[in-house]
């Protein structure tokens, strides 16, 4: 494999050329110029031509972008959609699952993303109940624990890949097999997932998976990708619903048979066009060598933290992302968060409502978080445990 070009994609990123240290890309990651310029051109091109004049060559690019994004999840174009947020794309794929009824039991790990809980309670007052699936030694959601709470009365198995609060990777093959095995349908968030590690929604044998789009892929913010089975896609019934997701005929309106069921007429296709280029560079740059780059830097970050005194890591499982949860005695996590600011480094800083079950279960008010991507070089890990120490001592 060769090895990545670290150099190219900072010169190709205007974020990086001012001086800008980012470990913020869990919460949005930093453009290229080329996904900015398609962004532009595609809007130039509205207010020359007339927005809905180029929505023609808009619906272009959008088809680009569906192409890519099935190329990156190993997918059938027709499986994927497109959203304005991640959250927003779970919640309508969750909402058309129903209708849900008294004694629905939903199983989910205990890392899972508080705005999905959210959506579920939706269900919780028509009766369903959310439970928990037990971790193993190491913090991970356990497959055979799983397989021993299943029963009938199970609708959904959901689970959050790679939580926002750490770098622990849930096993989610293994909850797919067990999924399987019983027939129930299985749903990811893999919005930290999707442009950090490769995603293979094959082997993850899973029924729904969403992602964001302005995290690791790079893409502009109100972006995010959807991805039904196409032997699924029958069991949903959503719940939005116009003349591009159900056209019309003379038989009446009839929803399409692809994921773009989930989709409407009213889009923002520059906002795609960008997206449709981050996802292009993606394939481009090859995943498994932006997984290599991002595992070696994670490493050697969370190694020099153990170094520091008063600072302690919160990452769970074994195999252990880009995300790197920890805090800094002396420090709240949000106000170091600030500090790093002043000094023109970006972290993030999660408190419980991201990831409440797992947060509560550990006692923790809040973690402050580096996320790693290619985008970062040496200079930047070196400047963080500098700023780290600096306010520490």
Not at 155 to 169: C, H
Not at 235 to 248: C, G, H, K, M
Not at 265 to 273: K, P
Request: net charge neutral; hydrophobic share 45%; with cysteine.
């Amino acid at each position: 494999m060769n090895l990545l070009n670290v150099q190219q994609l900072r010169e190709a990123t205007p974020g990086c050329q001012s001086g800008l240290v980012h470990f913020n890309h869990a919460g949005a990651s930093l453009p290229s110029q080329a996904t900015l310029d398609a962004i532009i051109g595609q809007l130039q091109r509205e207010a020359r031509d007339g927005p809905m004049e180029a929505g023609e060559q808009g619906a272009v690019l959008m088809e680009k972008a569906r192409h890519a994004a099935a190329q990156l999840l190993n997918a059938p174009t027709a499986s994927i959609a497109f959203a304005n947020s991640g959250s927003t794309a779970w919640s309508m794929a969750f909402q058309a699952l129903g209708p849900w009824q008294r004694g629905d039991r939903i199983l989910v790990g205990r890392h899972e993303w508080g705005g999905n809980l959210a959506s579920m309670q939706l269900a919780v007052q028509a009766g369903a109940r959310v439970e928990v699936i037990p971790c193993d030694a190491t913090g991970a959601v356990c497959p055979v624990a799983l397989d021993s709470m299943i029963d009938a009365s199970v609708k959904l198995i959901d689970l959050t890949w790679l939580p926002a609060n750490g770098g622990l990777i849930n096993p989610a093959e293994a909850i797919g097999a067990v999924a399987r095995r019983h027939g129930i349908p299985y749903f990811i968030d893999a919005g930290q997932a999707v442009g950090q590690v490769p995603v293979d929604v094959q082997a993850l044998q899973c029924d729904v998976l969403k992602s964001a789009g302005r995290k690791h892929l790079r893409g502009p913010r109100g972006t995010a990708l959807l991805y039904v089975r196409p032997g699924f896609l029958q069991r949903l019934n959503p719940a939005q619903r116009d003349v591009f997701s159900a056209p019309w005929s003379p038989q009446g309106f009839d929803l399409r048979d692809d994921a773009r069921r989930f989709e409407t007429s009213e889009v923002s296709f520059a906002l795609l066009a960008g997206l449709g280029n981050a996802l292009q560079e993606m394939n481009n740059v090859g995943i498994e060598r932006v997984w290599e780059n991002v595992a070696q830097t994670s490493a050697r970050i969370r190694e020099a933290l153990r170094e520091i005194p008063g600072a302690s890591l919160h990452d769970l499982g074994t195999l252990q992302s880009g995300l790197i949860a920890f805090n800094l005695a002396g420090w709240d996590a949000f106000e170091l968060k600030r500090q790093l600011g002043l000094k023109h480094i970006n972290i993030g800083a999660n408190g419980v409502a991201y990831t409440p079950l797992d947060m509560q279960a550990r006692g923790l008010a809040s973690v402050a978080r580096i996320s790693v991507s290619p985008l970062n070089n040496d200079h930047d890990v070196e400047w963080l445990l500098a700023a780290l120490r600096d306010l520490r001592a």
